[in-house]
């Protein structure tokens, strides 16, 4: 079963939260004190893993205290089921059959077995799972389940299947230290025996290195060598599980035990000397306990589960949030994940359909499945991570406003723009402002923002792989709806169309001929590459094929450094002052360019 929504209704300053939409990841934002934790401790008690329930005296809104009902519903969820599900659904809500009392009626009740066993349900089946403050737990069913029907088993079966809730608010501080090995043995081998959070973690991160506590213990006594040659190893192992979650620098894990004290030590890269993990930062030991537990608990017990986290990776350095994002990534392959924050470098500014606004109206807490508010505190989250200043609002009202993929797109447009205006003829219109996202993937959250806040507004977009899937996403998120409403205009341009470049795909660069361009990357890379080295397979922007060769001759291992080249690109545009200037053929695309952008925002109609 899949969450797909919820609304949270009576509980503590959640009056109505509204239709709150979830994908695989969804992040919940707004400033503190707004209700977004309220909001995920009302989902979680829907099937808490921990156990915890509604308090009727504790969570009923202050405010509607004459109104308490323990009727009153707290949480509401729909879950779609998939193809497997449905056919046991179907086979639990199937009609019980007569059983026959004489050969006569043989072949009719063979009849009506087959039909029986032909009981299907739609295929588009969703269940509703509803709670309120008496804890009761009702199941209905979109469409309604057929005549005859045996309704309560399928109402069970679903109950039983309901997604567990994994609520977060604690995250653990980690220190890789503990003194007594021999006592957490004796407690982790007591039915009855209390560890704490911190063995617990302990005991997880023995597991991941695959090193069995009693026989670490039990090796402290004559096998010395045999268990430093064990943890010699798990350390290894337990490196390589990590390497790829924390990206700030290379770590290696040594995991030490002398006498019955354990400590796990931490090496970065380069540095040749362990520390203990203690001496470590906050934000590292929070994230490695995080991680650790997570890696652990996914693969078991919280598989297929609601994750709800609230506010995870405050400890951490902004540098390290998008490698928390990536594990959440992670966690979401077998998991549903819900996360709160106020941080912007916590939202993932390529996936704009995941972010939900929290606002706030007369003391109640409210959600909106947009990235846009009219409300200023949430907001200040959206226009952090766009890096867009409160106060650019009114300037970005009062223009007209043209995304691009990134800020060397807005230094090559604005140079070719001035230099024809330079030569009498039309560039840019001053009436558009170019704002720079960080790459086509990021371009959807610019338009929502433009969209949302009804700014008269574009985005120019390469025509290829990355910028496709930009210009859909756009269109799906944002542009249908727009077509109905009419409330703000945007319009989408494909460079390559834009510009009548003759070739499949089109990057920004390829204004330029390549014989150009060519120059700037030989004087970036102290190459001397020449067309005739270009490959003709594959992609046909400049960029991609330079790329090609650059690899192939193990010049790079990655993308070509765009940045590099456009050192080199700028000291050739101070000698560009008029057209005649320009490289040849350049000044024609740009000018079709910018008479096709002038034209579409002149055009009062949205394209």
Known sequence: MKLVRFQITNYRNIIDSGWIDVDDVAALVGQNECGKSNVLMALSKLNSFAGDEYDFNEDWPID?????SKEAIVCRANFTLDETEIEALSEAAAPANDVAEDDSEEEDDTEEDADADEFTLPVSTTTTVWKDYQNKTYVSFEPALPEGSNAQEARNWVAKRIPKCVYMDDYLIF?????????LVARYNDPNGQVTQEEETILIALELAALDIDDLVAKQSGE????AYDTNAASRHLSSQFKDRWNQKAVKFDIRVDGPHLNIFVEDKGLEAFVPMKARSRGF????????RFTHASQGEFEDCILLLDEPGVHLHHAGHQDLLDFIEILSETNTAVYTTHLA????????????IMEVHEHHGRVINSMVSTQKKPMMVIEAALNLAGGMSGLLGSRQNLVVEGGQDAVILNKLSSVLINSGEEGLSDRIYLLPALGAPNTPMYAGFMVGNGFDAGVLLDTDEEGEKARKKIKELYLDDLSATQKSKFRVLMLKDAAGIKQNEAAIEDLFPAKFYLECVNEAYGTNLAEADLPDDGSDQ????????LKDRGRITKSLDKAIVMKALQKRFNGMKEKSDLPTGTATKARK???????????????
Request: aromatic share 12%; glycine share 6%; charged share 30%.
């Open 64 to 68: 509607l205290w004459g109104e308490r």
């Open 542 to 549: 400049i960029c991609k094929r330079i790329e090609a060769v």
């Open 224 to 227: 010395q060598t045999q268990r």
């Open 593 to 607: 360019l910018f008479d096709k952008i002038n034209s579409v925002f002149a055009d009062d109609k949205t394209e």
């Open 175 to 183: 220190d890789g230290l503990h003194p007594d090995l021999p006592g």
């Open 285 to 292: 030991q929070w994230y490695v306990s995080f991680v650790w």
């Open 345 to 356: 470098t916590m939202l993932d500014l390529g996936k704009p359909e995941r972010l939900r």
